[in-house]
């Protein structure tokens, strides 16, 4: 599959944009270009497609704006990004009020995709933008992020928002089209890596150091690479220094592509099975079980008892009338909530808690069957 191909397959796209390409070698927005890069992810979107943006851009243009020269120091940059992300937010929001779509900011930490409470509270945040027609603009919390708990690039938070989304392609948009067997600037022998099915050693071996204006680089790059092949998404790392880089893609302009190893909704129920340690059960009655192996959601009404003491977003195992177990999912209720709405129906969640909820216990995009 050549990258057009995959650009025009992909269902939900996170598109990463570098600080490179977004700023000025003196230090402002290329509003033109990023005009046109708006132009290509509305045409996205009149395709049917959904679109997240991961964005860099703040610490540069803070450091800029309060006359802070480049510095390790990470007080300044936290200064810096807490300057700059209003700026940047208000060139993205420009960029889509041409064409009357909403721009919404997160700004995510370490945790915020490492912790499963907090890693559903984004992707509950994310769902809604997108059912509502917004554009979300992510970018890392760098104001508040330390050293030791932070991603230091957004190449690799990109990966975690793909993740997090169940993207089925993200889109690394680069100042070069792609990975090359050496440093094409140092090596005039140096070939382009059009595929790459796995990001083995060797393959990271290729890849120069972190360089230009931004944080990354082609090796945090295929990081970023590995990262969501493993969670069942598509790469592709592309030049954008095309005033519609999208477009260019789509009309054949060269990229690298890293294969996905399975589809991302394969990887993440696989995760919620092999991976994760159930917290508690949830024995649910005879009707639930046969709703569960049709494909439904859990629903409060269908379950019997429940068993241990967790916190919301963790992994519980679903017991069938014998004491089986039946399936395993990601509750959407902490314990004691969960008690209290246990055989009801879901009209009365409000009532039972005293605040409205999610409708199911444990929604079926978070539920895997497991085999008898």
């Not at 070698?25 to 990023?34: H, I, P």
Request: charge should be neutral.
């Amino acid at each position: 599959m050549n990258p057009a191909a995959l650009l025009s397959s992909a269902r939900r796209v996170v598109v990463k944009v570098g600080s490179s390409l977004l700023i000025q070698a003196e230090g402002g927005v290329r509003a033109a270009w990023l005009a046109g890069l708006a132009d290509d992810i509305v045409a996205l979107r009149r395709a049917g497609k959904e679109v997240v943006v991961v964005s860099s851009g703040a610490v540069a243009l803070g450091r800029r704006h309060l006359g802070l020269k480049p510095s390790a120091r990470l007080d300044h940059k936290q200064a810096a990004a807490a300057a700059g992300q209003t700026m940047l937010m208000q060139a993205w929001e420009t960029a889509f009020s041409a064409h009357e779509i909403p721009t919404a900011q997160l700004l995510l930490t370490f945790d915020d995709t490492e912790q499963r409470r907090r890693w559903l509270n984004a992707r509950a945040t994310i769902a809604v933008l997108l059912a509502q027609g917004a554009l979300p603009v992510i970018n890392e919390n760098d104001s508040v992020a330390t050293d030791e708990l932070r991603y230091g690039d957004n190449d690799r938070l990109s990966a975690r928002v793909a993740q997090m989304v169940k993207a089925d392609l993200l889109l690394l948009l680069s100042d070069v089209d792609g990975l090359y067997s050496a440093d094409p600037a140092r090596d005039e022998g140096a070939t382009h890596i059009p595929q790459v099915a796995e990001v083995t050693d060797a393959v990271a071996a290729m890849a120069g150091p972190a360089s230009g204006v931004g944080s990354g680089g082609m090796r945090s790059k295929l990081v970023a690479a590995r990262i969501a092949s493993g969670a069942g998404c598509a790469t592709l790392i592309a030049s954008g220094r095309e005033d519609h880089p999208i477009e260019a893609l789509a009309g054949g302009a060269r990229a690298t592509m890293v294969a996905a190893q399975g589809s991302a909704a394969g990887a993440y129920k696989q995760w919620i099975a092999g991976t994760l340690k159930p917290a508690g059960s949830l024995a649910v009655d005879a009707g639930a079980a046969k709703a569960l192996a049709g494909g439904k959601s859990l629903l409060p009404a269908g379950i019997v008892s429940v068993t241990g003491a967790f916190e919301r977003g963790v992994c519980l195992s679903i017991l069938d009338p014998d004491g089986r177990e039946l399936a395993r999912g990601i509750s959407a209720y902490n314990s004691e909530e969960a008690r209290a709405i246990a055989g009801h129906a879901t009209s009365r969640i409000e009532e039972l808690l005293g605040y409205g909820g999610p409708d199911a216990l444990i929604h079926r995009d978070d539920l895997v069957m497991l085999a008898r």
